[in-house]
């Protein structure tokens, strides 16, 4: 049962364009969000988060927005670089320090 | 500050064999996960420690694996006999726990486990 899904599994966007990175979940339990970018042979790496009474949170170019009555979290890029291109992953879970369950992974390519 | 870190690397055993990987959590936290990565898929949770004690192994797919952490520090994981479905990423992470101002997750370079 996939709890947190990407149903995107690559982007391509072009350098200075925003890329915007969808994930779905389907716990209602679920009380904190997070994005990790990951490169090859590398482990993931925390990126942003934010917690199920705000619904927008930003660092930079960076911002991840929350829809809780569409179970839905969105990360946006704005702008694209191409140190950016990385496989992407959304993570949920049911409080802060429990066990994240993680989507599939979006692969983002962002091309000059 | 050194990151979470993780031994071997790479690690190619035969079906039956029995594989350990270690990870080294960052000094000071207490919290220490493994979760594995197969063929290319979504990252899942195998199990959660705190300190020495373990939290949550709801993850743990059977008896085969085994995870320890002696005294707090590093952890282990056995896998005895190794099986072929067994084969792919296996990451560890730890976080600060209640002592420290957040809880996020730092994640390993996890060691790529191949099973022939």
């Known amino acids: 049962d996939q709890q947190v899904k990407q149903n995107s599994p690559s982007l391509s966007v072009q350098e200075g364009r925003i890329s915007i990175l969808n994930c779905d979940y389907t716990n209602s339990m679920f009380d904190y969000f997070l994005w990790y970018k990951k490169y090859p042979a590398e482990g993931p790496t925390f990126l942003i988060s934010i917690s199920s009474i705000k619904d927008k949170n930003e660092d930079g170019r960076f911002t991840v927005f929350l829809n809780k009555s569409a179970k839905h979290l969105s990360l946006h890029i704005v702008p694209s670089q191409p140190g950016d291109s990385a496989v992407y992953f959304c993570a949920a879970t049911r409080w802060r320090g429990g066990k994240l369950i993680f989507g599939q992974g979006t692969e983002l390519s962002v091309k000059p | 500050e050194a990151g979470v870190t993780q031994f071997p690397s790479h690690s190619v055993i035969e079906k039956g064999q029995t594989v350990t990987l270690r990870c080294d959590p960052i000094s000071g936290h207490d919290n220490l996960y493994w979760y594995r990565r197969v063929m290319g898929k979504e990252i899942k949770f195998l199990l959660h420690?705190?300190?020495?004690?373990?939290?949550?192994e709801s993850g743990m797919p059977n008896n085969r694996f085994l995870a320890e952490r002696t005294g707090g520090t590093y952890s282990t994981l056995k896998v005895q006999p190794a099986e072929l479905e067994d084969s792919g990423v296996y990451f560890c992470?730890?976080?600060?726990?209640?002592?420290?101002?957040?809880?996020?997750?730092?994640f390993g370079p996890g060691t790529r486990l191949t099973v022939l």
């Open positions: 992470a730890s976080s600060q726990g209640s002592r420290g101002t957040t809880d996020t997750q730092y």
């Open positions: 420690f705190v300190k020495e004690s373990k939290q949550d």
